[in-house]
Structure formats: C-alpha cells, structure tokens
Nanobody, 128 residues
Framework: QVQLVESGGGLVQAGGSLRLTCAASGRTFSDYTMGWFRQAPGKEREFVASIDWSGGHIYLGVSARGRFAISRDNAKNTVSLQMNNLKAEDTAVYIC?????????????????????WGQGTLVNVSS
C-alpha cells in the first residue's frame, strides 16, 4: 500500500520561507510523477506543483510560479516543496499526492487526473 507522509509545515511570518517534504513508501517511487496540492479552510483543493519521475519536467500552478520550487530525491523516496516569499493567502493544508499509473505526467497530475494516493497533509500558517 502506498503511503505518503508530509512534514515541514508550521507558522511563518509573511515574506518567510518553508520547505515541505513528502516521504513515500509502498512502491517504486522513481517510476511515478508526484504532486503537491493545498486546501485552505472553506476552499476547494488547489494544485500547487508536480514533478515527473526524473525531476526533469516540472509543472507549476499559478500560485506557485515565481515563489515555489518542487524537487525530488529518488534515492530517499522524497519530494520537496520549497516555498519562498510566503503570503497570508498561502495559508492552507499542503498535501502530497501520487497517481495510480506511471504514465501520468506533471500536467495530468496538475489536472487532478489519475490521482489515487494522498497524504494527510501538513499545515502551513502564514501570519501577516
């Protein structure tokens, strides 16, 4: 069974940075695209960023462009989200997700296609 466990969330002031990490287990991590999503209170889940199996193809959501970066370490079975210049509107639960099939690319994941596995999320609270 695939398990995704996020860490790294917390309280940060506006303008600050955080690095989130998702640890995956249960299958061959390096075969699959991975993604980050977020959900703010009372709002729908929103795509943040995704990265293909090699790390060479990245797709960023509108909210992430220019401030966030996604990366992965296939040797450690982790995917990370570096968030810089955080704003109050970035406050949300950040959730790691993985597709059911290796054919899913970053744009597929960004469109919520093939997603089967979700972590529990880690809370990011940005104070203004």
């Amino acid at each position: 069974q695939v398990q995704l466990v996020e860490s790294g969330g917390g309280l940060v002031q506006a303008g600050g940075s955080l690095r989130l990490t998702c640890a995956a287990s249960g299958r061959t991590f390096s075969d699959y695209t991975m993604g980050w999503f977020r959900q703010a209170p009372g709002k729908e889940r929103e795509f943040v960023a995704s990265i293909d199996w090699s790390g060479g193809h990245i797709y960023l959501g509108v909210s992430a462009r220019g401030r966030f970066a996604i990366s992965r370490d296939n040797a450690k079975n982790t995917v990370s989200l570096q968030m810089n210049n955080l704003k109050a509107e970035d406050t949300a639960v950040y959730i790691c997700a993985a597709p059911s099939t290796p054919v899913a690319g970053p744009e597929d994941v960004g469109g919520f296609m093939y997603l089967e596995f979700w972590g529990q999320g880690t809370l990011v609270n940005v104070s203004s």
